[in-house]
């Protein structure tokens, strides 16, 4: 099963927006070569185990709470869930 992607594009004054939309994997591929941050949101050992190239770990449960000091506010923002059924 392919990651679900959602991205949080740059909203007024280069803060993110507010809500994350659906995009797909073409999409994915755009933002990222423009620069965008990719954040998987699965628990550690599981980023550990497997993950994208490039990506960052930030559990979901620690999103609000670290995506501030961990995330450029500047640049999208994709965010992933690769989770095997």
């Known amino acids: ?19 994350p939309r659906r995009i797909e994997r073409d999409e994915v591929r755009r933002l990222l070569d423009q620069g965008a941050q990719l954040v ?20 979901l449960r620690r999103i609000d709470a670290r995506a501030g000091e961990l995330l450029d506010s500047s640049r999208p923002v994709v965010v992933y869930c690769w989770d095997d059924p």
Do not use: C, S, T
């Open 1 to 19: 099963m392919p990651p679900d992607y959602q991205a949080w594009p740059r909203g007024h004054r280069g803060k993110m927006a507010a809500m």
């Open 40 to 59: 998987e949101v699965l628990p550690k050992e599981e980023f550990d185990e497997e993950h994208l190239p490039g990506a960052i770990n930030i559990p």
